[in-house]
């Protein structure tokens, strides 16, 4: 299968089989025909890639087993400038502003220029983790958020949920009573968050402050149901 991400323009699937990420003109698609703009070619691993403004941030390595480098590409498939190392690369999300890109050692956030820049090649950050006094917290596998929103959010291992904001560029740590399954951040920016524990309780948290401001106890079924749930908010 393949890890699909889009804007209105752009479509992007990246393949973990082969490496490869296909880049697809997404207005196409809608009209029901297929154009594709260009192959990013890489050796096996677990691709990612995202549109980001007039260009695309994919993954490629050099060989397989090895670290993944984030690259800003032209849609005709040139690379543009100096790409990040992104260790373990187990999440990508698009926002508002761009993408997120999840690794071991923090987030990578792909941004599109500024208007007077020259080009339309994509800005890369990378934002390490904070410290989390030993709560049990890893690297997200997943990311999610409100479409057309700047925040994402992601479980934290056994102990909570990471939040950030791509307009911040800023990474928090908010620890919850029970391992998170799945979170998505709703405000349009690090401030609301939505998601089910492993106890499969609904869980609403004040990004700000941390605080369960509401919950919801048995609404996704029992804890074992709870395991393969996806929440969508519109």
Avoid: K
């Avoid at 991400?5 to 973990?16: D, R």
């Avoid at 690297?139 to 056994?158: E, I, K, M, N, Q």
């Avoid at 909570?160 to 709703?186: C, D, H, M, N």
Wanted: net charge negative; proline share 8%.
């Amino acid at each position: 299968p393949a890890r699909v991400s889009s804007s209105e323009g752009i479509a992007t699937l990246s393949y973990a089989a082969t490496g490869t990420t296909v880049v697809l003109d997404r207005l196409s698609l809608g009209q029901g025909e297929m154009t594709e703009l260009t192959r990013i070619a890489s050796s096996p691993h677990a691709a990612a890639a995202a549109p980001v403004g007039d260009a695309v941030v994919a993954s490629t390595v050099d060989a397989a087993g090895g670290v993944p480098v984030l690259t800003p590409y032209s849609l005709d498939g040139q690379a543009l400038g100096t790409g990040l190392e992104c260790p373990d690369l187990s999440a990508v999300h698009e926002t508002s502003l761009g993408a997120t890109f999840a690794c071991s050692d923090g987030l990578v956030f792909a941004a599109e220029p500024d208007a007077e820049a020259a080009d339309a090649t994509p800005v890369l950050t990378r934002v390490e983790y904070p410290a989390t006094d030993g709560a049990g917290a890893a690297p997200p596998t997943s990311l999610d958020s409100r479409p057309h929103r700047p925040a994402v959010a992601g479980p934290a291992g056994d102990g909570g949920i990471w939040l950030a904001s791509s307009r911040t560029q800023e990474l928090q740590f908010i620890p919850t009573p029970a391992p998170t399954l799945t979170a998505v951040a709703v405000g349009d920016d690090s401030n609301r968050v939505i998601a089910v524990d492993s106890q499969g309780t609904l869980l609403v948290i004040d990004g700000e402050s941390g605080e369960v401001t509401g919950t919801q106890a048995g609404l996704v079924g029992t804890p074992e149901s709870a395991a393969s749930i996806h929440l969508s908010v519109d």
